[in-house]
């Protein structure tokens, strides 16, 4: 395999995919990227571009703001066009977002393969967008690489070894970008110098199943609010939560920043005390980076942070939240595990890629 689209979207992809583009020359694949537009700011899309050092997009479709159906059809129809004129070997997707199905279901109908970067994860809960998403995209790719056993396991229990599909393990790639751009932010972020010297807890907040719901974001934000009066809580905050806290008038006691870039974020969950997070990516990073984490869910595709004592899941109940503050706050753990792979997951899966 040599030619390769890979189409990215929001946030979280432009982090994974700086991993494997960097990787890709090394091992003689070409690589176009594509991106859908689903996520535009300049801090929630630009300052990654540039900071991370990923190709600049060959295609930029700028498909955003519309709603779940009429964004990924919009985006299937753009990306259909472009398949057919770059004629790839292969067409990379990553995570669970409208971008990777809209990506994943124009190859398929090509029969052009599609490879999926974090494959297999699950929370069991159908009512996430992203669990539809990333259990269509594994079900029609042709290359699956999963980012832990359990996502494998996932994989088995749904009968994948039948079909013709290719099961790796390769590690998270997020890890990889953690250690690779950890000196590189040190260097160049001064978000510790703009928010000063008292101890914080860091918190993101963004998950649809707790914005849309008015009474889940009230009891996030009031309990964030009740944390803030023991310990500061700095939260930057997603466009999609400002915008629905503002609609509904919820007023934070916690210090609200714009979106970061990736730089100032890994400087703020090294310096931390913890982290309250709804993020997948955030979850992880508590844990690159030694910080307890509380989780504003019910379920987590990242079990093993549970299961291993890193991270408490409390949904979005205020009681829980205090009760897993207090007990984060005193616990002491060894975060030296290697769950994910200790930052190879990126040259495995170019290795894979370009002999497939
Ligand atoms: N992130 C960032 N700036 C922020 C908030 C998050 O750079 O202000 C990064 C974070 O470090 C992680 C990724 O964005 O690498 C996670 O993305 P997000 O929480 O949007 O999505 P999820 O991981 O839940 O899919």
């Known amino acids: 395999m040599q030619k390769i689209i890979t189409?990215?979207?929001?946030?979280?992809?432009?982090?994974?995919?700086?991993?494997?583009?960097r990787q890709f020359p090394k091992v003689g694949v070409e690589e176009k990227i594509v991106h859908t537009g689903q996520h535009f700011d300049s801090n929630m899309s630009d300052v990654f571009f540039e900071e991370m050092e990923i190709p600049r997009p060959a295609y930029h479709l700028e498909i955003h703001n519309l709603s779940h159906g009429a964004m990924t059809g919009r985006m299937l129809e753009e990306?259909?066009?472009?398949?057919?004129?770059?004629?790839?070997?292969?067409?990379?997707?990553?995570?669970?977002?409208?971008?990777?199905?809209?990506?994943?279901?124009?190859?398929?109908?090509?029969?052009?393969?599609?490879?999926?970067?974090?494959?297999?994860?699950?929370?069991?809960?159908?009512?996430?967008?992203?669990?539809i998403n990333r259990i269509l995209t594994d079900r029609i790719s042709s290359l699956l690489f999963c980012p832990t056993d359990v996502a494998v396991e996932n994989l088995i229990k749904?009968?994948?070894?039948?079909?013709?599909?290719?099961?790796?393990?390769?590690g998270d790639v997020m890890q990889d970008a953690a250690l690779y751009y950890a000196s590189k932010a040190e260097n160049k972020s001064q978000i510790l110098q703009k928010i000063g010297k008292e101890k914080f807890v860091l918190a993101t907040v963004h998950r649809q199943e707790n914005t849309d719901s008015d009474e889940k974001l009230k009891n996030i934000v009031n309990g964030l609010n009740q944390i803030n009066r023991q310990?500061?809580?700095?939260?930057?905050?997603?466009?999609?939560?400002?915008?629905?806290?503002?609609?509904?008038?919820?007023?934070?006691?916690?210090?609200?920043?714009?979106?970061?870039g990736y730089f100032d974020?890994?400087?703020?969950?090294?310096?931390?005390?913890?982290?309250?997070?709804?993020?997948?990516?955030?979850?992880?990073?508590?844990?690159?980076?030694?910080?307890?984490?509380?989780?504003?869910?019910?379920?987590?595709?990242?079990?093993?942070?549970?299961?291993?004592?890193?991270?408490?899941?409390?949904?979005?109940?205020?009681?829980?939240?205090?009760?897993?503050?207090?007990?984060?706050?005193?616990?002491?753990?060894?975060?030296?595990?290697d769950l994910y792979g200790n930052g190879h997951a990126a040259e495995r899966a170019a290795k894979e890629i370009s002999i497939f």
């Not at 199905?101 to 124009?106: E, P, R, T, V």
């Not at 994860?121 to 967008?129: D, K, T």
């Open 79 to 131: 990306i259909e066009k472009i398949l057919l004129n770059e004629k790839p070997d292969g067409l990379l997707v990553y995570g669970d977002t409208n971008s990777t199905l809209a990506g994943a279901l124009a190859a398929a109908k090509l029969k052009i393969p599609v490879i999926h970067v974090e494959a297999g994860l699950r929370s069991f809960n159908m009512e996430m967008p992203e669990e």
């Open 231 to 260: 310990m500061r809580v700095i939260v930057p905050l997603h466009p999609r939560t400002r915008n629905l806290m503002l609609q509904l008038n919820i007023i934070p006691e916690f210090t609200v920043i714009d979106p970061v």
């Open 265 to 337: 974020m890994m400087m703020l969950e090294k310096s931390c005390e913890m982290v309250i997070t709804d993020s997948g990516g955030v979850q992880k990073e508590a844990f690159f980076f030694g910080k307890h984490c509380i989780t504003l869910r019910e379920q987590t595709e990242w079990t093993e942070l549970v299961e291993n004592g890193f991270n408490i899941l409390v949904g979005c109940n205020i009681e829980k939240l205090l009760q897993a503050f207090s007990v984060s706050q005193n616990k002491k753990s060894d975060f030296s595990k």
């Open 7 to 21: 189409v990215v979207g929001a946030r979280p992809q432009f982090i994974k995919a700086a991993t494997l583009s």
């Open 158 to 170: 749904e009968g994948f070894e039948n079909f013709p599909a290719q099961i790796i393990k390769n």
